[in-house]
Structure formats: C-alpha cells, structure tokens
C-alpha cells in the first residue's frame, strides 16, 4: 500500500509482499505521466526492476542511472533514444547528487548539526531543475516516473522539491528487514579497512556512505552497530577529506560507545588536518585514557604538538609510540625531523638511520625531498643516508 506521509518516521511493520502487489498494480494501470517514489536500499532496488521487468510484460520499461554528477534531470531524459516508447522509467542513483551537494555544504561551512539533520537551508541544482521544470516533465513525457531513493533522499525531496513531489501519484516503502540489515552492517564493518576504501572512487565512495546512512537511520540496530557503522562513516568521510562531516560521525560513534579508542584518535586526526590542534590532543588523550598503549595515538599526538611548536613535548610523544612499538617506523621519522629542524645532526641522522633501516626505500626517498632536512642536507652524513646504493667511505 502507498505510504502515508504521516507514518514516514513511525517505521511501522510492513508487509513487503502487500507493498509490492500495490506497487506491481499502480503500474499495471497507469497511463501516461505519473510520479512515483519507492524508499529503498540501492541493492534491493536492483531486485525490485527485475522483479517488475519479469512481471510486467506488456509495457516498455527502461532504467536510467544517474552514476555522475546530474544538474539537470529533465536532459539526461530528452536524451533517452527510447523516451517516446517508454511506459515505465525507474531513476537510481539520484541520491548521489544530493550527497554531492551535502558534502560540498559542510566544506563550505555549515555545521555538523546542519549536516547531520540534513538542513534544509539551501536547495541542490538538480532539485532546482525539477521544481522548475515539472509542467515540462508533464507535457512533454508521456512515462511513469519511478524513483528509487534512500531514506534521507525520499526526505530532500519533500522538503526542497515540494512542489514536483506534490505531484506523486504513491509513495512505496521497501525498507530492509531486519536479517538483511544485519547481514549487511556486518558486511560493512568486517570488510572496512583503509586499504579498500582509500582505493575507491569518489562515486564509489558516495555510494558506500549512502548506504551506511541508511542502515543507520534504521531502529533495527542495535547501539554497539551503530557506533561501528558511524565509525566507518567518518573514515570514509575522513579519507575524503571530509573533514568536519568525520568529526561529526565520530562524535555520534561516540555518543553510543564513548570508550571507542580508535573513534577518539581518528576525531584527531580529522581535528589535526583542520588544524584544530589543542582540540586533536585533547581527542589522542581520550583515546589514550582507554587504551594507553596505542602508538598509533601518541604518534598523531606528536604530530599535533609539532604543530603547535611544541617540539620537546611532541618528541616526548614519540618516544611513548617507541615505547610500546620500538619498530614503529613513522615515530623514528617523526623525530629525525624534528632534530633536523633544531639543527641536532647527531639525533637527526641516529633517527633517520633507523627509519631507513626499517624501510629503506620509503624513507630514504622522502628525507631526499623533505624540507625539514634542509638544515642538514649538506652533512656528508646525511648524504650518506639517502644514497639509493650507500657505500662505506675509503
């Protein structure tokens, strides 16, 4: 059955197979220009076309993906080869201009809260064009809209684009059931690593986090997903330097697990690359209040306190990442720096030595270019370091 406007937020119990034979008949007998809006995952939307294209076999169904960065959806439509034969148009992938557009908001100031609770300040273009262009839409397309979108988007479009979305002829619920939600948080968090989402694309990396946004806006999980779910979404946010959208994921993680040592030091590292320094420290303190050992948060809090100037409290910060991980090659880097920049030739070399040591190649190629050597470069020493073949001097 439709969903009613007043139940959005209430996720009452639906019965998925009565929504589906309400769907299948509101387009089996509409004819001509029609709106229609279907909440859903963008993977059970894949299912939902299939199983509509094999039972529906009398109409001309189409699917339009909107897998780049769309202004203007009544164009990508005239463009259609088939837009005249068309009966039915399932769109995906709208919601990724609207992330686009969220995403470019937070980096131009808003807050996190504005962000979070999706704001309404402000309307994306290709939701500009569609208010402005639905008598077009109506005149010129004889076809049966059907938009697939998330939850946070069915919401941007009742709220910026009132005036297309009046025009809905049904509003259907597809929300994912309970097994599937589970199913796939735990995907999300057991697959998540730097490695795989720093080799994403933006578009793919939009997707990911859409998809985490709308297993999160759903009551079916419990507290401890949740925090392991906005973790994973300010990292992706966080490697796309998004970095005040990270802070704010990591502070809800927070909210339901406030012991998350690794949400504490990667709120850091989000503070520090906004060059919040005080407020990174303060985060790397936290984190190191719950788990003291954790090199990973005494390094970044060198980082930060070298930042400031603070070079004896930030080399002190080092030495406890050595402490508890003598191998720790960044830390040995980190302070072979910071001596070169107080112009200590014998700590600086001592430190780089050990860094190349334990890889050569890396840190060999960086202190080549690195400006903090500067003060040392013409040491014969130094230049010994970074031969890519040292030999032993005559």
């Not at 504005?114 to 109506?138: A, C, K």
């Not at 780089?352 to 890396?362: F, M």
């Not at 130094?382 to 030999?391: E, N, S, Y």
Request: charged share 30%; with cysteine.
């Amino acid at each position: 059955m439709p969903l009613k406007l007043s139940e959005w937020d209430d996720d009452l119990p639906i019965d998925k197979d009565e929504e589906y034979q309400a769907f299948l008949r509101t387009l089996r007998f509409t004819e001509g220009f029609a709106l229609l809006f279907v909440r859903c995952s963008p993977a059970s939307g894949e299912q939902l076309i299939s199983k509509v294209q094999a039972d529906i076999n009398d109409k001309n169904i189409e699917v339009l993906k909107l897998d780049k960065d769309v202004a203007n959806l009544y164009a990508e439509v005239e463009q259609l080869p088939k837009k005249n034969n068309i009966n039915i148009l399932f769109i995906t992938g709208l919601e990724s201009a609207l992330y686009k557009y969220e995403e470019a908001k937070t980096l131009a100031g808003w807050s996190s809260r504005e962000t979070h609770h999706y704001s309404w300040e402000g309307v994306p273009p290709i939701l500009i064009s569609i208010n402005q262009q639905r008598e077009r839409f109506r005149d010129k397309f004889k076809i049966c809209f059907v938009f697939l979108l998330p939850q946070f988007a069915i919401k941007y479009f009742i709220h910026r684009a009132p005036d297309f979305f009046d025009w809905r002829s049904g509003l259907f619920n597809f929300p994912l059931d309970s097994t599937t939600i589970k199913q796939e948080s735990n995907l999300i968090i057991e697959e998540g690593t730097y490695e795989k989402y720093v080799n994403l694309t933006s578009e793919e990396t939009n997707q990911k986090i859409i998809e985490i946004i709308e297993i999160i806006e759903n009551d079916q999980i419990d507290h401890e997903q949740k925090a392991k779910l906005f973790f994973e979404l300010g990292y992706l946010q966080n490697i796309k330097q998004n970095y005040q959208a990270a802070i704010s994921s990591f502070d809800k993680a927070l909210e339901f697990k406030p012991d998350d040592q690794y949400a504490w030091n990667n709120r850091g590292i989000s503070l520090n690359n906004l060059g919040r320094y005080e407020e990174a420290i303060a985060s790397y303190d936290k984190a190191l209040e719950f788990k003291p050992d954790d090199q990973y948060a005494w390094n970044n809090r060198g980082n930060s306190l070298y930042n400031l100037g603070r070079y004896e409290e930030a080399i002190a910060s080092y030495d406890k990442a050595l402490e508890f991980k003598p191998d720790y090659q960044y830390a040995w880097y980190n302070k072979s720096c910071i001596y070169a920049l107080q112009s200590n030739i014998e700590k600086a070399i001592e430190n780089l030595q050990t860094a190349i040591n334990l890889n050569p190649d890396k840190y060999r190629e960086m202190a080549k270019n690195d400006s903090y050597f500067d003060a040392i470069r013409e040491d014969k020493r130094f230049q010994f370091l970074i031969q890519d073949t040292p030999t032993p001097n005559p």
